[in-house]
């Protein structure tokens, strides 16, 4: 049952842990951690503070301490500080062992400038903490198999790592605006990435494929777009020099938004620029049947914090009413003790714990089959922590 557990995380630690390994300068496991956590807008707060609550009881159980500290990011930092990713946010982020993010955004901000828009403070944290790969598992849960609009069949055994460049492409492409031209206002943006953007991210997503299926997919539209032509290429000559072993295909991003829907377990890894990613990747969330449950990893150099977060947004539909399901980001703290803080041990408690809470039935709405009664976000929580207190202690704590 252990391995049913969701996420792939397992398979995304060993996958990641292989690439790091030798260029990895984290510190051996420590006894106390200092995280810095980034609740930010909506569902936030709530979700952050479950989470605290169950890393609190996996601090009891274990005797390794967590020193949480908070900073403002999003739609809050905006109203507290008039940037959605301020200086000193950033330096409590670079000073942490790790940085636990919940989810940022909201109706209030949406008519805002840009530079003063919640998602204006994800990009310039990504930027300025040198973030460039995400990692989003979508491993079927077969808990979960009834919570998906797919038919079963289609979704067993469905272990998708989807591989995305974060930094580049067209969301920081240059030059961009709005402007007036022949008497109209015309919009553009630049896609654009240089040839080792693209060697990083393919080396990561060969790397992640090693240790999976050794098979990537590689997403582009270049049968219309230069920078395609160019990402196409230079993945193919990473992987001849690079990953010789590794089976490359590439895929238009059209053929692959629509292949994910009717044949999904065709893929092992992914991997794509910002844009396809973005999009791709929550599309193949919901193979897995809520976006509640998918946890990620932002990963730069392995000497800085890492960014753990879930991948949904901050759902300002059911904000403060104690509906959100918490589970993607206690996944998303589960990440974060097996990739930045060298805890394997605690991670694996973490998940079982989340894997013991479904089997025994206890659902938040958004993955609640017929006949459930659904949880509040407080009491999945409380029943995550509760099942780590009534683990043993692990004997390497
Ligand atoms: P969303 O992910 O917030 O919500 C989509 C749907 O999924 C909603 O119905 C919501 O209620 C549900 N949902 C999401 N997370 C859930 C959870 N943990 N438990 C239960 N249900 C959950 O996406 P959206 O509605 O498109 O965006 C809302 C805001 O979030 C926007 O401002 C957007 O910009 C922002 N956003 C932020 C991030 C991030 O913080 N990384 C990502 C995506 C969107």
């Given at each position: 049952?252990?391995?049913?557990?969701?996420?792939?995380?397992?398979?995304?630690?060993?996958?990641?842990?292989?690439?790091?390994?030798?260029?990895?300068?984290?510190?051996?496991?420590?006894?106390?951690?200092?995280?810095?956590?980034?609740?930010?807008?909506?569902?936030?707060?709530?979700?952050?503070?479950?989470?605290?609550?169950?890393?609190?009881?996996?601090?009891?159980?274990?005797?390794?301490?967590?020193?949480?500290?908070?900073?403002?990011?999003?739609?809050?930092?905006?109203?507290?500080?008039?940037?959605?990713?301020?200086?000193?946010?950033?330096?409590?982020?670079?000073?942490?062992?790790?940085?636990?993010?919940?989810?940022?955004?909201?109706?209030?901000?949406?008519?805002?400038?840009?530079?003063?828009?919640?998602?204006?403070?994800?990009?310039?944290?990504?930027?300025?903490?040198?973030?460039?790969?995400?990692?989003?598992?979508a491993k079927v849960?077969?808990?979960?198999?009834?919570?998906?609009?797919?038919?079963?069949?289609?979704l067993e055994g469905v272990d998708i790592?989807?591989?995305?460049?974060?930094?580049?492409?067209?969301?920081?492409?240059?030059?961009?605006?709005?402007?007036?031209?022949?008497?109209?206002?015309?919009?553009?943006?630049?896609?654009?990435?240089?040839?080792?953007?693209?060697?990083?991210?393919?080396?990561?997503?060969?790397?992640?494929?090693?240790?999976?299926?050794?098979?990537?997919?590689?997403?582009?539209?270049?049968?219309?777009?230069?920078?395609?032509?160019?990402?196409?290429?230079?993945?193919?000559?990473?992987?001849?020099?690079?990953?010789?072993?590794?089976?490359?295909?590439?895929?238009?991003?059209?053929?692959?938004?629509?292949?994910?829907?009717?044949?999904p377990k065709?893929?092992?890894?992914?991997?794509?620029?910002?844009?396809?990613?973005?999009?791709?990747?929550?599309?193949?969330?919901?193979l897995?049947?809520?976006?509640?449950?998918?946890?990620?990893?932002?990963?730069?150099?392995?000497?800085?914090?890492?960014?753990?977060?879930?991948?949904?947004?901050?759902?300002?539909?059911?904000?403060?009413?104690?509906?959100?399901?918490?589970?993607?980001?206690?996944?998303?703290?589960?990440?974060?003790?097996?990739?930045?803080?060298?805890?394997?041990?605690?991670?694996?408690?973490?998940?079982?714990?989340?894997?013991?809470?479904?089997?025994?039935?206890?659902?938040?709405?958004?993955?609640?089959?017929?006949?459930?009664?659904?949880?509040?976000?407080?009491?999945?929580?409380?029943?995550?922590?509760?099942?780590?207190?009534?683990?043993?202690?692990?004997?390497?704590?």
């Amino acid at each position: 049952m252990r391995a049913a557990i969701v996420i792939g995380m397992a398979l995304g630690a060993e996958a990641f842990s292989a690439r790091r390994a030798p260029m990895t300068m984290k510190t051996a496991a420590k006894s106390s951690y200092k995280i810095t956590l980034l609740p930010g807008d909506g569902i936030g707060p709530e979700i952050t503070q479950a989470t605290v609550g169950v890393l609190d009881a996996l601090s009891k159980k274990t005797g390794v301490t967590f020193e949480f500290d908070e900073a403002d990011i999003g739609g809050i930092a905006v109203d507290n500080h008039n940037d959605p990713f301020p200086a000193e946010t950033l330096a409590k982020c670079q000073s942490a062992d790790s940085v636990l993010l919940a989810c940022i955004g909201g109706y209030k901000w949406d008519n805002n400038p840009r530079e003063l828009r919640p998602e204006s403070g994800l990009l310039k944290m990504r930027g300025s903490m040198g973030l460039f790969a995400n990692l989003r598992p979508a491993k079927v849960i077969p808990q979960l198999i009834e919570a998906s609009t797919l038919k079963p069949e289609v979704l067993e055994g469905v272990d998708i790592m989807v591989v995305r460049e974060l930094t580049g492409d067209v969301y920081f492409g240059k030059p961009k605006g709005i402007e007036e031209r022949n008497g109209e206002r015309v919009g553009f943006d630049n896609m654009i990435y240089s040839e080792s953007e693209i060697v990083r991210i393919s080396k990561v997503a060969f790397d992640v494929a090693k240790a999976r299926g050794s098979k990537v997919v590689s997403i582009d539209k270049a049968n219309v777009l230069d920078v395609s032509q160019l990402w196409r290429e230079v993945v193919t000559t990473t992987q001849q020099e690079y990953a010789p072993d590794v089976e490359l295909s590439h895929m238009y991003v059209d053929n692959a938004a629509m292949q994910l829907i009717r044949w999904p377990k065709q893929f092992d890894t992914i991997v794509c620029g910002n844009i396809f990613g973005d999009i791709l990747s929550d599309e193949a969330s919901m193979l897995v049947g809520s976006l509640g449950m998918l946890p990620s990893a932002s990963l730069g150099d392995p000497s800085s914090p890492g960014v753990f977060e879930p991948c949904h947004g901050s759902a300002p539909d059911i904000a403060g009413e104690d509906k959100a399901n918490p589970l993607a980001m206690i996944l998303s703290a589960a990440m974060m003790l097996k990739y930045d803080l060298s805890q394997p041990e605690l991670s694996d408690m973490l998940e079982e714990a989340v894997e013991s809470v479904l089997d025994s039935g206890i659902r938040t709405p958004d993955i609640a089959a017929e006949g459930q009664t659904p949880v509040g976000c407080k009491e999945m929580g409380e029943a995550v922590a509760k099942a780590i207190e009534k683990m043993p202690a692990p004997v390497t704590a």
